[in-house]
């Protein structure tokens, strides 16, 4: 079993990648950990059944379905994602502290572009069914791959006025930086779940743009059925779109009309805003505090960075 428990996406997710570079960055000897827990970290991880004979300890993850919470007494929950989460769990509100991707010191905030393009980070999936640098240059927009390794696309953003994400980390990222940010929604794969539950940390009403044209270059009949049925009977309908589900390969039309939209809502800045710098605050200094706990339970060094904390 691996000592940092995360979704290695195949072909890469900057969001989930991050946990590669930050934790062992925080904890320089968390390999002690190795045979007393696995650790959680950065990720949609605590869905479903886990291992109860293993010690888990978590660092913020979250969950992404209702009613999926098994907790059990082998947790051990320093924080999560979001209130939802917590709330899954049986936790007080006060676990819910936030995404620990903020926490990663190439955010830091940035001199922003006001002459810059808006940048269009889709979900990692619904960039591998479309060609979205074509869809974002006709919106006058730049479209960010988040396929790419994280640096890559902190340096990516730092180019943009604002940033519209279906990428939940793509949001937190924008908002760690300090960069104007709205949420779309692109696909069926957009988790209101997940969204809900980190806005829930910086007090943010969700209001995220929605493209009922479902963009894909190819689908075969099969799946174009299976989706019809996934709409009929609303599937996964608490959390996801299911009417975004695509039936057929999308026409000229379709690109046009999401191309439109996108260059009508991304022309308006104040669809754009960010957190409060003292949320972020905030939330950096209860996540700094709860891992030297952390550290100290577990007799491991603990070193952030003051240049950025």
């Known amino acids: 079993m691996n000592l940092i428990n995360y979704c290695a996406v195949q072909g890469g997710n900057f969001g989930d990648d991050i946990n590669l570079q930050l934790w062992h960055r925080l904890f320089p000897d968390l390999s002690k950990l190795k045979g007393q827990a696995v650790f959680y970290g950065i990720g949609t991880l605590l869905d479903g059944p886990h291992d109860r004979s293993v010690r888990k300890v978590v660092l913020g993850a979250g969950i992404g379905e209702i009613n999926s919470a098994q907790p059990d007494s082998s947790w051990d929950f320093r924080w999560v994602r979001g209130p939802k989460t917590a709330s899954e769990f049986g936790l007080s509100s006060d676990f819910g502290v936030g995404d620990p991707a903020i926490l990663w010191p190439g955010l830091t905030e940035v001199e922003l572009q006001g002459d810059g393009p808006v940048g269009l980070i889709p979900h990692f999936a619904t960039w591998d069914h479309f060609d979205w640098r074509s ?98 009977v609303h ?21 046009s009309a999401v191309a439109n939209t996108l260059y009508a809502f991304g022309a308006n800045p104040y669809h754009f805003s960010c957190s409060h710098h003292r949320h972020i605050d905030r939330q950096k200094a209860a996540m700094l505090n709860r891992c030297e706990a952390f550290a100290r339970a577990y007799d491991l060094q603990f070193e952030p960075d003051p240049k950025y904390f």
């Not at 940033?163 to 980390?169: G, M, R």
């Not at 996964?236 to 039936?247: G, I, S």
Request: net charge positive.
């Open 235 to 255: 599937y996964k309908r608490y959390t996801r779109h299911p009417n975004l589900r695509p039936l057929r390969v999308a026409t000229q039309e379709d690109v």
């Open 135 to 232: 869809v974002a240059d006709k919106a006058g927009m730049v479209a960010i791959n988040p396929r790419e390794a994280p640096h890559k696309v902190f340096a990516n953003m730092r180019g943009c006025s604002q940033i519209l994400s279906e990428s939940l980390h793509g949001a937190i990222c924008a908002d760690a930086m300090g960069i104007p940010w709205a949420a779309c929604i692109l696909s069926h794969r957009f988790n209101e779940f997940k969204w809900n539950d980190w806005m829930a940390t910086i007090h943010r009403r969700y209001n995220p743009l929605v493209m009922h044209r479902p963009l894909v270059r190819e689908i075969s009949p099969a799946k174009g059925w299976t989706n019809r049925i996934a709409r009929l």
